[in-house]
T-cell receptor, first 115, second 112 residues
Framework: EPEVTQTPSHQVTQMGQEVILRCVPI?????FYWYRQILGQKVEFLVS????????KSEIFDDQFSVERPDGSNFTLKIRSTKLEDSAMYFC?????????????FGQGTRLTVV | SQQGEEDPQALSIQEGENATMNCSYK?????LQWYRQNSGRGLVHLIL?????REKHSGRLRVTLDTSKKSSSLLITASRAADTASYFC????????????FGKGTRLSVIA
């Protein structure tokens, strides 16, 4: 069964460092998303991406964040200068249509720890 | 405003019992989805119910949707220890490209 894969599964970084979280969405999907979940909290939307551009972003997704689809298979989330409060589980998701009528498929997540 | 609030926050039952989790939301939705998350793992889609549907079944799962009350329930029948996980409802609002909005989840513990 096709799945969304994320790497690494766990990343520890020092405050102020840049991190890139990687995702390989399901191959025929067109919509890509990043969500995050701070430990014990709800899953929060960060950004959606369609047709090689951001289609929607939340207040969390400030100038420190960027996304890219550098080739036909990868979808990355970059945090330019990490802060302690960026520590969270980051989930990538993809869908073949907008959430309006279909489920999103989530990866296993990358646990980011900023020290 | 908060969207997709589940209750209870935690539920502990014996294996074989049924587990019912509820979700309330505030805005108009296109559909409502339930996801499961094992501890520290990814989100697994369980079931999607559209706004014009009232009930849906999938194996041991039964989901209801009451759009007049803006609420949904997830029933897991004949629970197993392997059902132990957190369960989240997520709503797909009707407006534009807005993404899924998740609740805080219900942590279900099924004791063998």
């Amino acid at each position: 069964e096709p799945e969304v894969t994320q790497t690494p599964s766990h990343q520890v970084t020092q405050m102020g460092q840049e991190v890139i979280l990687r995702c390989v969405p399901i191959s025929n999907h067109l919509y890509f998303y990043w969500y995050r979940q701070i430990l014990g909290q709800k899953v929060e939307f960060l950004v959606s991406f369609y047709n090689n551009e951001i289609s929607e972003k939340s207040e969390i997704f400030d100038d420190q964040f960027s996304v890219e689809r550098p080739d036909g298979s990868n979808f990355t989330l970059k945090i330019r200068s990490t802060k302690l409060e960026d520590s969270a589980m980051y989930f990538c998701a993809s869908s073949d249509r907008l959430h309006l009528n279909t489920e999103a498929f989530f990866g296993q997540g990358t646990r980011l720890t900023v020290v | 405003s908060q969207q997709g609030e589940e209750d209870p926050q935690a539920l502990s039952i014996q294996e074989g019992e049924n587990a019912t989790m509820n979700c309330s939301y505030k805005t108009s939705i296109n559909n409502l989805q339930w996801y499961r998350q094992n501890s520290g793992r990814g989100l697994v889609h369980l079931i999607l119910i559209r706004s014009n549907e009232r009930e849906k079944h999938s194996g041991r799962l039964r989901v209801t949707l009451d759009t007049s009350k803006k609420s949904s329930s997830l029933l897991i029948t004949a629970s197993r220890a392997a059902d132990t996980a957190s369960y989240f409802c997520a709503t797909a609002p009707t407006s534009g490209n807005t993404p899924l909005v998740f609740g805080k989840g219900t942590r279900l513990s099924v004791i063998a």
